[in-house]
């Protein structure tokens, strides 16, 4: 067992964070080169470290954002990330102290919920942490995909100089990005990183409707010829995409599929109600070829996140929920469309924070969880009440990369 410690970083520790990063997702170590690129976008301001004596043996950071829930609110969030542990001290108990200190330091910057995304599905579920989020990747096959002529036209797209994306894109996304439940801020910090790690490593073509600019793509060409295959056209892959509305999502993906020596355009992360295949006469010309988890929420303030949210149309329901990392959350809480509030009462519905935070962007029914023994029904009738509450008419979207 090795004893350890946990405190913040403090200014001149974060190379020895990064390189614990670095090693523990096997990226090849800095050159000196390297950490001056990254510097800017990797500062110690909200980063824990374990320390076995004056060793850094693992990590766990954070930026502060907001994420939009729904109803349309933008609580304060943390969005986590830059989490390992050095493999000679993995499993003697790091990251869960490095998860218990952080998650205490959301709670004392009144933050709401703190949000990543995970590099395994089986490391968060035990911090309280559930998908909340999920993306499909796409594969349109370009040979076959014609549009229908009742799809939207869409409108101008012009492609950026590099500096001009590096100039516009963050207000771009400001602007553009439609606030959908699930997606967050992105301050300075992250764009610090994503320049280097996104933008100079994309084309980024800007869509201009009929009110302005109102959607971006972000794609790389992926070479594919081979000496067999000469005729091979190159995959356009997008980094990502965001448009305020389907007029401009068309626009923009009439563009990628209009680009030449180009054979398929790959969408990894796209949301789930994405519909490139309604738009085309040969819907099979758009495969959905994967599907995974996105970002993992954890409510850190419980009461705070539940009134946040709105909710459908229903009589109340008493959800008693069991928090063991942060025990002050632990309790029982009459939701109704009127509000939410701690109550004595008999519950309805037993669960855990994974399970809330599954439910609570409206990625999950309690019904499917329910059926699948995730929640516990202690009053059948109260499910489909719960359906009805926590229902959103809308399907949860992240599309940030952090
Ligand atoms: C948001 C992000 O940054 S995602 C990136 C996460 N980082 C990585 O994937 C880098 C490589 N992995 C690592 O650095 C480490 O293995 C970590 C950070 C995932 C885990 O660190 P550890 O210090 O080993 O975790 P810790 O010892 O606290 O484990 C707590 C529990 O989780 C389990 N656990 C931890 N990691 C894993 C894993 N990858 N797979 C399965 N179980 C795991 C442990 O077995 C332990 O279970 P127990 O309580 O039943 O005994």
Redesign the pocket.
């Known amino acids: 067992m090795t004893d350890f410690t946990i405190r913040p970083l403090v200014h001149g520790e974060q190379r020895a964070a990064f390189e614990v990063l670095g090693r ?2 096997h990226a090849p170590r800095p050159t000196d080169e390297d950490w001056e690129r990254r510097a800017a976008g990797f500062p110690a301001d909200r980063k824990f470290g374990a320390f076995a004596g004056e060793r850094l043996i ?1 990590t ?1 950071g954070s930026f502060g954002t907001r994420l939009a829930v729904p109803g349309g609110k933008t609580p304060p969030a943390a969005a ?8 000679d ?9 490095l ?1 218990r200190e952080q998650l205490r330091d959301c709670l004392r910057r009144e933050e709401v919920f703190a949000y ?5 599905a ?3 579920g ?1 911090f309280g942490y559930g998908v909340a989020t999920r993306g499909k990747t796409l594969r349109v096959h370009k040979g076959r995909a014609r549009f229908r002529d009742d799809a939207p036209s869409g409108g101008r797209v012009r492609l950026l100089e590099p500096d001009e994306a590096h100039e516009l894109l963050p207000g771009l996304y400001e602007r553009i990005a439609p606030y959908r439940t699930g997606m967050i801020d992105r301050p300075g910090v992250w764009w610090q990183w994503a320049h280097r790690r996104l933008v100079d490593r994309h084309h980024v073509a800007v869509h201009t409707g009929p009110g302005g600019d109102d959607g971006f793509v972000l794609y790389r060409p992926e070479e594919r010829r081979t000496f067999e295959q000469p005729e091979a056209g190159a995959a356009l892959v997008v980094g990502e995409l965001h448009a305020t509305g389907t007029g401009a999502l068309t626009g923009l993906w009439r563009y990628l599929l209009s680009v030449d020596l180009v054979a398929e355009v790959r969408a990894p992360m796209r949301p789930l109600d994405e519909p490139i295949g309604l738009l085309l006469t040969d819907p099979r010309a758009c495969e959905v070829v994967g599907l995974e988890d996105s970002g993992w929420l954890r409510l850190v303030d419980v009461p705070a996140a539940l009134a946040a949210r709105t909710y459908g149309d229903a009589d109340p329901v008493v959800l008693e929920v069991t928090d063991p990392v942060l025990p002050e959350n632990s309790g029982r809480y009459r939701i109704s469309p009127g509000g939410v509030e701690r109550v004595e009462d008999a519950p309805d519905l037993r669960l855990g924070l994974t399970e809330l935070a599954m439910l609570y962007l409206g990625d999950r029914a309690p019904r499917l969880l329910a059926e699948t023994g995730r929640i516990e029904v202690l009053r059948p009738e109260a499910l489909p009440v719960a359906n009805a509450l926590f229902a959103t008419g809308s399907v949860p979207f992240c599309g940030t990369q952090f």
């Open positions: 523990a997702l693992g766990a986590v990330d830059g989490v390992a542990v050095r493999a001290h993995t499993r003697r108990g790091v990251l869960t102290a998860m990543l995304h995970a590099s395994e089986t490391i968060y035990r």
